[in-house]
C-alpha cells in the first residue's frame, strides 16, 4: 500500500485537522492541527512520518517551500519518547539539506516536522503561558513568562533562561470566561544585580553551542563571543538593545489571558491540571502559538517501535 504525500497543514480540510488534532502519536503535530482549526496563528508546516522514502521528503519539502515562498524550511522532530538528547530542533536549512537531515529523526522511529522558517535572532517577544489548576470545576491560575528581544521559546522550555517579566493571574475560573481586571495581576521583573548580563551570556552560549553549529554557522570549539561576532557581524543587534519585555508583556496580557481560556476550553482532555504553550512575535511582525502541552500526557503517547527500542537501549 503506498504511502500517501505528506500534505501542508494550511491546506488540509477541517475532517483532516480534526483527525490530526486527535493522533497522540505526533504531539506537536497533534497541537499544532489543534491551533489551526482554532483560528490561532500557527507556522504552515507538513508532518513527515516514519517510513517515508529520501524521494517523498524532497517532494514534500518543495510542496512546503512553493506554499510559503521559501528556499529554506524548519526542521523539527515529533514523537511520543523525548529524551534529553533527542535532537534540538528549530534550525532552518536549503531545500535541498533537507532529506539528508530529516533521514536520521525517520530512521530512529521520529516523526519530521517540516516549517516555513523563523528568524530566531530577531524575535520581538517571546512567552511562555501555563494554565494551571487542582481539577475540573476548581479555581486555577495563569503564568505569563516573558523573554523581550533577541531571546526565542527554547530559552524559556529548555534553555534555563529565567524570565526577565512574569504576569500571574490567581482565582481563575477556567469553564466560565471572566475578563481579568488590571489590579488582578501581578506582574514582577527580574531586578538581580548583572541578571541581564548573566541571561544574555546564557543566549549566546546556546547559540554558539547548539544552533550556529547545527546551522554549519559556527565550527570547533565556540563560546559566547564567537557567537555574539556572529550576530553583530549580520546586524542582529536585537539581544544587545534595550529589552522593554515588560511593557510589551502588559500590552498583550489581555489578549494573551483571553486564548489561553479558548485553548483551555478545546482541551480534548477535560481532566487537565497544567497546560502551557509558546507565544512568539516575530520582526515582521508577526505573531504564532508553538505547541499545546498537556503535562499529564507529554510523555504518554505510544512511541514508534523503533523509538520504543532505542529507549530500552539506552
Not at 528581544?149 to 512574569?166: E, F, H, N, S, W
Amino acid at each position: 500500500m503506498a504511502i500517501s504525500l505528506p500534505r501542508p497543514l494550511h491546506a488540509l480540510t477541517a475532517d483532516e485537522l480534526t483527525a490530526a488534532a486527535k493522533d497522540r502519536r505526533w504531539p506537536k503535530w497533534q497541537t499544532m492541527a489543534l491551533l489551526h482549526s482554532l483560528q490561532l496563528p500557527v507556522l504552515n508546516a507538513c508532518l513527515i512520518e516514519p517510513g517515508h522514502s529520501a524521494a517523498a521528503v524532497r517532494a514534500a519539502a518543495h510542496v512546503l517551500a512553493a506554499a510559503t515562498g521559501t528556499e529554506k524550511l524548519m526542521i523539527r522532530s515529533d514523537g511520543g519518547v523525548e529524551k534529553k538528547r533527542y535532537y534540538r530542533g528549530g534550525n532552518t536549512f536549503p531545500v535541498e539539506e533537507i532529506p539528508s537531515r530529516a533521514a536520521g529523526l525517520l530512521a530512529h522511529g521520529r516523526a519530521v516536522i517540516l516549517a516555513e522558517p523563523t528568524n530566531r535572532f530577531t524575535n520581538r517577544l517571546t512567552v511562555l503561558i501555563r494554565m494551571d489548576r487542582p481539577g475540573p470545576r476548581q479555581p486555577g491560575s495563569l503564568t505569563l513568562e516573558a523573554l523581550g528581544p533577541g531571546y526565542d521559546v527554547a530559552d524559556l522550555t529548555r534553555g534555563q533562561i529565567p524570565p526577565q517579566v512574569t504576569a500571574h493571574l490567581d482565582d481563575i475560573d477556567w469553564d466560565h470566561y471572566q475578563p481579568p481586571r488590571w489590579n488582578e495581576w501581578n506582574i514582577t521583573g527580574d531586578h538581580c544585580p548583572g541578571g541581564e548580563d548573566a541571561r544574555r551570556h546564557r543566549r549566546l552560549e546556546r547559540l554558539a553551542t547548539q544552533i550556529l553549529t547545527d546551522g554549519g554557522h559556527l565550527d570547533g570549539t565556540v563560546g559566547a563571543e564567537h557567537a555574539e561576532a556572529w550576530l553583530r557581524g549580520r546586524g542582529f543587534l536585537h539581544l544587545f538593545a534595550p529589552q522593554p519585555t515588560r511593557e510589551a508583556l502588559a500590552k498583550r496580557a489581555r489578549r494573551l489571558f483571553e486564548d489561553a481560556f479558548f485553548l483551555a476550553a478545546a482541551q480534548p482532555n477535560r481532566n487537565w491540571h497544567c497546560l502551557a504553550t509558546a507565544f512568539s512575535v516575530f520582526d515582521q511582525p508577526r505573531t504564532i502559538y508553538w505547541d499545546l502541552v498537556d503535562g499529564e500526557r507529554k510523555y504518554a503517547a505510544t512511541a514508534p517501535a523503533a523509538a520504543r527500542h532505542e529507549e530500552r537501549a539506552a
